[in-house]
């Protein structure tokens, strides 16, 4: 996935995580299908950020950026910040 592909991603699940919680907000939805589908989504763009810093990572270090891959969630999630 190019960096194009993984910024699209990005942007989509965020539409979607802001539409979630804006929807919470006006009380439509408290059910725990959509705090289910936010922690999803949660997951997702941690994902994606990551793997687009490690394709920016090298890059800088003159390395192929399609060698990146998507880590497991429990790594991404796992991480300080």
Known sequence: ????????????FIEEEHALRRAHER???GDADAQRRLRQLEVALDQCWDLLRQRRARIAAGQNP???EIRPAAEVEG???
């Open 66 to 68: 399609d060698e990146a």
């Open 27 to 29: 009380a439509e939805t």
């Open 79 to 81: 991480y300080r910040q």
């Open 1 to 12: 996935m190019d960096e194009k592909a993984i910024l699209q991603h990005i942007n989509e």
